[in-house]
């Protein structure tokens, strides 16, 4: 998917939800545990119930791995039945992958021609020839780690160099030189709703995989007033906020509740920016 | 495995050597390809082949994924027939994860758990809360990227703050603060031979997990001169060096020929520090 259909997508259904498909084992409703298939049945009554009211689905990897096998090809059916039923929503793998370059390569080929996913997230720390193999598919996308919802993200993207630009603003500057707003946006954490002005400094133009909404404690308002572009530029993601905020027989029905309650309130901050 | 286990294998050995399993389709020889099960049986004969003149064997998780169930099945059985046939082999899962604090735990789960595997690479950007999930278990090590054998290496953890101190730098100090030399390792290129010197002063009795020599350039030699301490606390990978060196019908006997020859090199380094 490219940027245009994405900002018509957002505009279309007054959204800008990433619904984050962190999809434990332990977590989901007793009576789904029975099925054979647990993980996939768990994922589609969510997917079908939230559809309307998002624009991408965000799978993270570290949930379907850790169920070895089946959780791979959970994740596979997930993928398949998104590109199927909901072909217009964006898929994001959040795998935080980044290796040397014939590594990447192999990530590369993996999400973006075996599953055919819209975009990975990326970890910069080995920077250009980690990343660029990523860059090389059309209409697909990098989302790179700038600043993210932790706490750790102190320790060292809050670095200060000889000049006074932090880790993360210089993630931001360098990685420009390897992609552009049309295939490369940036993770920024909710959490730190006040610095999305200052990241705006840098990247004025590119989207931003916003997570940290909800259970992590960002705010959705304060993230759209110093975040939000004129092309909205925004991916806000919510996961346990939505997905586990119900575990009894109407998890589907809440998560879609839940799901609403945020697409009303992006509605409202795209209105400001029409 | 814990460290003096480890350090038992070495000096029995005589090897510091990790064979690195970047197994990939495309690139094993021709009359394996027609198996019903290609890249474990690559695998099988290149540990059959190597396992006198190595201590340590390190599957990329990037080749596996990059073909599905099938590559995670491979993976899978890979890891069981170490387990079984080499137990005194120490496993590395080469997967540069790292993601926040409950994500991090569920990959911990997977390799350490699910998989009990001895150690995994680790990607440092996002801090304390994505590397500690990792150090709650016993006997199982983080590999922490601390200055890689890419030239990407440069773009960040060359970075000086303003007291001169390097991105790299500040990882090898900031994650003392998490984790100990019987539970962390850190990865440093070869390709940095010189920057060994500095990288002692800094963690004098951590293992390093070093790749880059062979194909990437980095020189064996170099590497012990600089970064050898009084237990070796050097695992020195190759992959391209050794699994591709012959792609006919000889390929593990000479991926056997090329291990041994880097075994030898090895034992004359440790003659040095006995």
Redesign the interface.
């Known amino acids: 998917m490219n940027k245009e259909q994405l900002i018509k997508q957002i505009f279309a259904k007054k959204s800008f939800l990433c619904v984050g498909l962190?999809t434990?084992i332990k977590k989901i409703p007793e009576h789904l545990k029975e099925s054979e298939n647990p993980i996939f049945d768990f994922n589609k009554a969510i997917i079908d119930a939230t559809a309307p009211y998002c624009v991408a689905y965000k799978p993270?990897l570290?949930?379907y791995?850790?169920l070895?096998?089946k959780g791979?090809?959970a994740f596979?059916q997930t993928v398949e039945y998104l590109k199927k039923e909901y072909p217009e929503h964006f898929i994001i793998a959040?795998a935080?992958?980044?290796?040397?370059?014939n590594?990447?390569k192999?990530?590369a080929?993996?999400f973006f021609e075996?599953y055919d996913i819209d975009a990975l997230t990326v970890?910069?720390?080995?920077?250009?020839?980690?990343?660029k193999p990523f860059l090389e598919y059309e209409d697909k996308w990098v989302i790179l780690?700038a600043l993210?919802?932790?706490?750790?993200?102190?320790?060292?993207?809050m670095?200060?160099?000889?000049n006074?630009k932090r880790?993360f603003e210089?993630?931001l500057e360098?990685s420009q030189e390897w992609g552009n707003e049309d295939n490369m946006m940036y993770v920024v954490g909710a959490t730190q709703g006040s610095m999305f002005e200052n990241i705006r400094t840098h990247v004025p133009h590119h989207f931003l995989l916003v997570?940290g909404v909800g259970a992590?404690g960002g705010s959705l308002q304060e993230v759209c007033k110093y975040g939000m572009n004129n092309e909205c530029g925004l991916l806000v993601n919510s996961s346990r906020g939505i997905i586990y905020a119900s575990n009894g027989k109407d998890f589907a029905e809440t998560a879609a509740t839940k799901a609403k309650e945020l697409q009303e309130e992006m509605a409202v901050e795209l209105e400001k920016i029409k």
């Open positions: 962190d434990d993270n570290a949930f791995e850790s070895g096998v791979l090809i596979e959040d935080k992958r980044g290796d040397i370059g590594t990447s192999m990530y080929r993996t075996e970890a910069p720390y080995m920077g250009e020839d980690s990343v780690l993210t919802s932790n706490k750790g993200s102190n320790d060292f993207q670095t200060e160099d000889k006074g880790l210089k993630v360098k997570p992590q």
